[in-house]
């Protein structure tokens, strides 16, 4: 059994920044791509950014500049720095692993931000 679990959301004022964290344990093997998505109220899942297991990034427009994702390998850890928050930023973010005979997400972490 494969367990994805986030760590790093909270309450932060605008301008601010929050790192989180997704680890994935268990039965996990050659785990390719990485990536966060965030679901705002009332809107839709989107994805944020997403990386593979050979460090090649990829970045919603609206992040680029602000939020930088990165994985350790050793540890089958993906992060995500995200500076300059907006309160639009506010979200529930999602992690999800894509690995040989797995995909799933993480059971989401809260980031609201304030103006």
């Known amino acids: 059994q494969v367990q994805l679990v986030e760590s790093g959301g909270g309450l932060v004022q605008a301008g601010g920044s929050l790192r989180l964290s997704c680890a994935a344990s268990g039965s996990i093997f050659s785990i390719n791509v990485m990536a966060w998505y965030r679901q705002a109220p009332g809107k839709q899942r989107e994805l944020v950014a997403t990386?593979?297991?050979?460090?090649?990034?990829n970045y919603a427009d609206s992040m680029k500049g602000r939020f930088t994702i990165s994985r350790d390998n050793a540890k089958n850890t993906v992060y995500l720095q995200m500076n300059s928050l907006k309160p639009e930023d506010t979200a529930v973010y999602y992690c999800r692993v894509f690995a040989k005979g797995f995909t799933g997400w993480g059971q989401g972490t809260q980031v609201t931000v304030s103006s």
């Open positions: 990386i593979t297991s050979g460090g090649s990034t």
